[in-house]
């Protein structure tokens, strides 16, 4: 009973320090009604010092790929196509011109980069490994073995470099393992029939949709771009070129290019249009409590497994310091849903109620992270904290350690929950 109490408690103080809602957030700095396609903030807390007596010896890590290019040209060429129209038949203003020299930049700088990693995704993790070896340099003491996996795509596989390179910097007698076969998809992007067919059927797609027409709302920005507006009338979808100036002003953030479009969008507007993505977001990926919920989530579990494995091995023989996971947000999110990490598990229908109490560039920015953090005494006794983005969270588990608890309640937990 006191263990539960505890725990309550801790949960307690998690919501009063994180009450702030997704309107508080974007409000006090817009970048993150870019979503999931935020790039890395980096950790916002300070870390809380282990229990006396107990020493960090191993590190469980899953990670999303760094800040990439538009996994698609389309935006770049929509937009650009309509504004220079536009200019040619003399229909733009001062502004819009301005907006379409900027367009014309972040379009070449896409060119042929459809999903690649940039240089600011390559140097994210490079960072966050070096914060990991520096906040626990006993576990990379010497030459320590790292496995280190990711998935077949271009801009994960050099994410893992970045951060396997990092930590051979910091220690050149690490030994680490790299792969990517697909074998590993098992543990790093493992997708059920039912997930892939409720990702491109659902009814949920039908919701996003009418809530993004509800809350497009281009008037403002049209007459700001257009100085004719017979022509804006005949010629312009303007739903659909602010939803794909809302883009790019989005992934303008994970590039070096000196070019930004935050300015064309009030606070208002970034919020709205934030949040269709964020709702479909959460229907597909997230905790929400409708016929996906059963299989979404739990698509995640052999993740767990893998994770509660190589975890035990490590315990066990002490062989292994680390092993690294190297992924993407659409296996991150069912994950951080899966562990029940605080923030990561609302349940709500209503898009109205997703918005307030869900969002997605909390759980997954470009190089978003999950890292479990183990510690031992003497006594061999092992316990456990959660990290996401590197920030301390807690579990529905009871613990008298917050926010460290017993790696055995954390297995049992698991366990009884998932029915393992």
């Given at each position: 009973m006191k263990k539960l109490l505890l725990s309550a408690l801790c949960a307690l103080a998690f919501l009063s320090l994180g009450a702030q809602t997704p309107w508080d957030e974007i409000r006090a700095d817009s970048t993150r009604a870019a979503?999931?396609?935020?790039?890395?903030?980096?950790?916002?807390?300070?870390?809380?010092?282990?229990?006396?007596?107990?020493?960090?010896?191993?590190i469980s890590h899953f990670g999303r790929h760094g800040s990439r290019w538009y996994t698609s040209f389309r935006p770049y060429e929509e937009s650009w196509a309509v504004l220079s129209a536009a200019d040619s038949a003399e229909a733009l203003t001062p502004y819009g011109k301005d907006v379409l020299q900027r367009v014309a930049l972040l379009r070449e700088d896409a060119r042929d980069r459809a999903g690649e990693l940039t240089?600011?995704?390559?140097?994210?993790h490079k960072e966050i490994a070096r914060r990991m070896f520096t906040n626990y340099r006993r576990v990379f003491r010497g030459r320590k073995h790292i496995n280190a996996n990711a998935t077949q795509s271009g801009r994960?596989?050099?994410?893992?470099?970045?951060f396997c390179l990092e930590l051979?910097?910091?220690?050149?007698?690490?030994?680490?393992?790299?792969?990517?076969?697909?074998?590993?998809?098992?543990?790093?992007?493992?997708?059920?029939?039912?997930?892939?067919?409720?990702?491109?059927?659902?009814?949920?797609?039908?919701?996003?949709?009418?809530?993004?027409?509800s809350l497009c709302h281009p008037d403002r920005l049209m007459?700001?771009?257009?100085?004719?507006?017979?022509?804006?009338?005949?010629?312009?979808?303007?739903?659909?070129?602010?939803?794909?100036?809302?883009?790019?002003?989005?992934?303008?953030?994970?590039?070096?290019?000196?070019?930004?479009?935050?300015?064309?969008?009030?606070?208002?507007?970034?919020?709205?249009?934030?949040?269709?993505?964020?709702?479909?977001?959460?229907?597909?990926?997230?905790?929400?409590?409708?016929?996906?919920?059963?299989?979404i989530q739990r698509s995640s579990l052999q993740t767990l497994e893998h994770i509660v494995a190589k975890a035990d091995e490590a315990i066990a023989t002490g062989d292994c310091a680390a092993d690294l996971r190297f992924?993407?947000?659409?296996?991150?999110?069912?994950?951080?849903?899966?562990?029940?990490?605080?923030?990561?598990?609302?349940?709500?229908?209503?898009?109205?109620?997703v918005a307030a109490s869900w969002a997605n560039y909390r759980i997954s920015p470009m190089a978003g992270n999950i890292q479990l953090i183990f510690f031992r005494n003497r006594k061999g006794n092992v316990l456990v904290k959660?990290?996401?983005?590197?920030?301390?969270?807690?579990?529905?588990?009871?613990?008298?350690?917050?926010?460290?608890?017993?790696?055995?309640?954390v297995k049992a937990y698991y366990k009884e929950y998932y029915n393992l």
């Open positions: 979503g999931l396609l935020m790039p890395y903030p980096g950790p916002q807390k300070a870390q809380t010092q282990a229990p006396r007596g107990y020493k960090p010896f191993y240089q600011k995704g390559f140097r994210q994960v596989m050099l994410s893992m470099e970045s051979l910097s910091l220690n050149p007698r690490l030994d680490i393992s790299l792969d990517a076969s697909a074998r590993d998809r098992e543990f790093l992007a493992h997708e059920t029939h039912e997930v892939a067919v409720y990702g491109d059927e659902g009814a949920w797609r039908e919701e996003r949709d009418r809530l993004r027409d007459g700001l771009l257009f100085a004719d507006s017979a022509y804006l009338a005949a010629k312009v979808n303007a739903p659909k070129l602010m939803m794909n100036l809302y883009s790019l002003a989005s992934i303008a953030l994970d590039s070096d290019i000196d070019v930004r479009l935050g300015d064309l969008f009030t606070t208002t507007e970034w919020y709205e249009l934030w949040q269709p993505g964020n709702y479909g977001y959460y229907m597909q990926k997230g905790p929400n409590p409708s016929e996906g919920e059963k299989f992924s993407h947000d659409s296996h991150l999110v069912p994950l951080s849903t899966t562990l029940q990490l605080d923030g990561c598990r609302a349940k709500a229908t209503d898009p109205g109620q959660f990290l996401l983005n590197e920030n301390e969270v807690g579990i529905p588990a009871a613990t008298d350690l917050y926010p460290y608890y017993r790696w055995e309640d």
